[in-house]
């Protein structure tokens, strides 16, 4: 993965013997950051420590050497100065689909090995490759999680760009499909430690008024990759199509998003005298929601609050009121809406700073074009 920015900063600069050495990689460094800890001398480019490990699985791609500790032969010095990180990338890189995600340092595995599978040993995106074959429909066979059976069963899955609609349906041969998802509402994430396996995705979508979720699989990463990628292509389309005057750069960072924090925390009821009792959290930023599980791999959401804005009265302050205490956690924070106080308890004081944080970022986002095609969700629709 050329495009990262994780590694270690704090480590003294390296000391070379010969001074062109040291210039050489000096210079091609300043291309990706300062003092790079790794790099990639088959390929030509410095690499962050998250990518160094991912680059190592893949001998015949790419071979990593440390920037500080290992011995470096001229000729691989010399190698690297004919290319560094901003030729390689625009070689490999010419044409990258908008939609197509280029993950980051803080990504799960899979999406950074197909993506360096993508780019390297496919070469999918450069200029004198393959033509790019146009995203559109898509069918096949993925594992998803039952409802309320917890088990993961084949399901058929067709995707309809144009018509906006993804389907699945019980049984391969089934006509009528099980549901019938718009793309308008849908949201993709990889959530590989929550569903249990390293290709694990989580789709959402508005359903009766709640937030439908679904936890599939695929044993094979190219496989489930391609088909989040496939979303992400259909959901821009519509994206284009319901906001023609925005320019595609601000479109982008709206086609799926992650969650910005997840995680266990007790609530109480809105009189406050109810027992605390624990809930699976889940802050989703772009819709600035709260939402909230009995378990993290529920179907649909127990309720949510809804976080606009400063000035229409929401707050989050880092405190109980007064009187009230929770049942195991006593860490506590209080979300204020102009209809109700929801009082939360943290596992910890490092889980409070983390989720004041977050909450206080949202609040001060400003709307996003999406919540112009609708009124906020109403907050906490549901006391559970």
Not at 72 to 88: A, Q
Not at 94 to 122: G, H, N, T
Request: net charge positive; with cysteine; aromatic share 10%.
């Amino acid at each position: 993965m050329v495009r990262s920015g994780g590694g270690c900063g704090t480590m003294p600069p390296v000391q070379w013997n010969n001074s062109d050495r040291g210039e050489v990689f000096q210079k091609l460094s300043k291309e990706k950051r300062a003092d790079p800890d790794w790099a990639s001398y088959k390929l030509g480019i410095f690499i962050c420590l998250h990518c160094s490990g991912v680059h190592r699985n893949f001998p015949e791609i790419s071979k990593v050497k440390s920037v500080r500790l290992d011995f470096w032969d001229d000729s691989i010095v010399e190698f690297m100065s004919h290319n560094g990180n901003l030729r390689v990338k625009a070689k490999f890189e010419a044409r990258v689909p908008a939609f197509y995600y280029i993950p980051q340092a803080s990504d799960c595995s899979v999406l950074k090995e197909q993506w360096i599978r993508a780019k390297y040993e496919r070469q999918e995106f450069m200029a004198d490759g393959k033509p790019l074959s146009p995203q559109g429909n898509r069918e096949g066979i993925l594992w998803k999680r039952g409802r309320d059976n917890a088990q993961y069963l084949r399901r058929r899955f067709v995707l309809l760009a144009r018509e906006g609609l993804l389907k699945y349906y019980t049984k391969e041969q089934d006509k009528s499909p099980k549901a019938v998802i718009s793309i308008k509402d849908l949201n993709a994430t990889f959530q590989t430690e929550k569903i249990g396996h390293p290709h694990g995705l989580q789709i959402t979508y508005g359903r009766e008024s709640h937030t439908r979720n679904l936890f599939l699989y695929h044993e094979s990463g190219k496989e489930i990759v391609d088909w989040f990628n496939a979303l992400r292509a259909a959901r821009l389309q519509y994206l284009k199509m319901a906001f023609p005057d925005l320019p595609e750069a601000e479109l982008v960072p709206l086609i799926t998003r992650n969650y910005l924090k997840q995680g266990f925390m007790e609530k109480t009821g809105p009189k406050q005298r109810e027992p605390f009792k624990k809930r699976w959290f889940s802050l989703d930023p772009q819709e600035r929601r709260l939402l909230y599980y009995k378990n993290p791999l529920d179907a649909f959401e127990q309720g949510q609050v809804f976080l606009g804005s400063k000035e229409q009265g929401y707050e989050v302050l880092e405190e109980l009121p007064k009187g009230v205490r929770g049942n195991r956690w006593k860490a506590g924070l209080t979300v204020v809406t102009p209809r109700r106080r929801f009082v939360l308890t943290c596992p910890s004081e490092k889980e409070q700073r983390e989720w004041l944080e977050c909450l206080r970022d949202v609040l001060s986002r400003p709307l996003t074009p999406l919540h112009l095609l609708g009124a906020p969700i109403e907050s906490g629709r549901s006391n559970r």
